[in-house]
C-alpha cells in the first residue's frame, strides 16, 4: 500500500512540474492514467497526506518538497480560519479542492483538481464526497489558534 501512495504523490509531482498534464480551468482529462492512483483511505489525514503534502508540507504550512517549483506561493492552510475571521471557510474549501473556484490572483491554477480522484469507483462505489468532506473537516481540525470544543456543563 505504501507504494501506491508513494507512486500517487510522484505523479503528482510530475503534474505540479509539467511532466504530465492536469486538469486546469475545467477541462477535462484525456487519459485516466494521468490521475494519481486513488488510495484506499477515506480518512481526511491520509488524504492530506497522500494528496496535498507534496506542496502544502506534511504540518500543512506550505512548504513540501514541491512547492518551491510552483509559481505561485503555497498557502499556509493552518490559517485559514484565522484568516476568514475567525471562520473556517468550508464551502470555499471545498469548491477550490473540487476546482469549482479558481483562484484569479494566482493567474492559472497550479493546484490539482481532485474531484476526478476522489471520485473514481471502487466496487461500484463512488467515495468521493465522503473523501471530500473529511478532507475539508481535517483542514478544518488544523487551524492555527482554534480553542478545543469542549462541551459546556450545564
Same mark, same amino acid.
Given at each position: 500500500?505504501? %507504494?501506491?501512495?508513494?507512486?500517487?504523490?510522484?505523479?503528482?509531482?510530475?503534474? !505540479?512540474?509539467?511532466?504530465?498534464?492536469?486538469?486546469?480551468?475545467?477541462?477535462?482529462?484525456?487519459?485516466?492514467?494521468?490521475?494519481?492512483?486513488?488510495?484506499? +483511505?477515506?480518512?481526511?489525514? #491520509? !488524504? $492530506?497526506?497522500?494528496?496535498?503534502?507534496?506542496? =502544502?508540507?506534511? #504540518?500543512?504550512?506550505?512548504?513540501? /518538497?514541491?512547492?518551491? +517549483? !510552483?509559481?505561485?506561493?503555497?498557502? #499556509? %492552510?493552518?490559517?485559514?480560519?484565522?484568516?476568514?475571521?475567525?471562520? $473556517? /471557510?468550508?464551502?470555499?474549501?471545498?469548491?477550490?479542492?473540487?476546482?469549482?473556484?479558481?483562484?484569479?490572483? =494566482?493567474?492559472?491554477?497550479?493546484?490539482?483538481?481532485?474531484?476526478?480522484? $476522489? =471520485?473514481?469507483?471502487?466496487?461500484?462505489?463512488?467515495?468521493?464526497?465522503?473523501? !471530500?468532506?473529511? %478532507?475539508?473537516?481535517?483542514?478544518?481540525?488544523?487551524? %492555527?489558534?482554534?480553542?478545543?470544543?469542549? /462541551?459546556?456543563?450545564?
Amino acid at each position: 500500500m505504501r %507504494l501506491m501512495e508513494r507512486l500517487g504523490q510522484l505523479v503528482l509531482a510530475a503534474v !505540479l512540474a509539467g511532466i504530465v498534464p492536469a486538469v486546469a480551468g475545467g477541462q477535462t482529462q484525456t487519459a485516466a492514467a494521468q490521475l494519481p492512483p486513488l488510495i484506499r +483511505s477515506v480518512k481526511g489525514p #491520509d !488524504l $492530506f497526506q497522500a494528496y496535498c503534502a507534496v506542496c =502544502h508540507g506534511v #504540518d500543512a504550512r506550505g512548504g513540501g /518538497p514541491a512547492a518551491s +517549483s !510552483l509559481k505561485t506561493k503555497v498557502p #499556509d %492552510l493552518t490559517l485559514l480560519e484565522r484568516k476568514n475571521g475567525g471562520e $473556517f /471557510p468550508t464551502a470555499r474549501v471545498r469548491q477550490i479542492i473540487l476546482g469549482d473556484e479558481v483562484l484569479a490572483a =494566482h493567474g492559472s491554477r497550479e493546484m490539482p483538481i481532485w474531484a476526478p480522484v $476522489f =471520485h473514481q469507483v471502487e466496487g461500484d462505489m463512488d467515495w468521493g464526497n465522503v473523501r !471530500l468532506e473529511n %478532507l475539508v473537516k481535517y483542514l478544518e481540525s488544523i487551524q %492555527l489558534g482554534r480553542e478545543p470544543k469542549v /462541551p459546556s456543563a450545564r
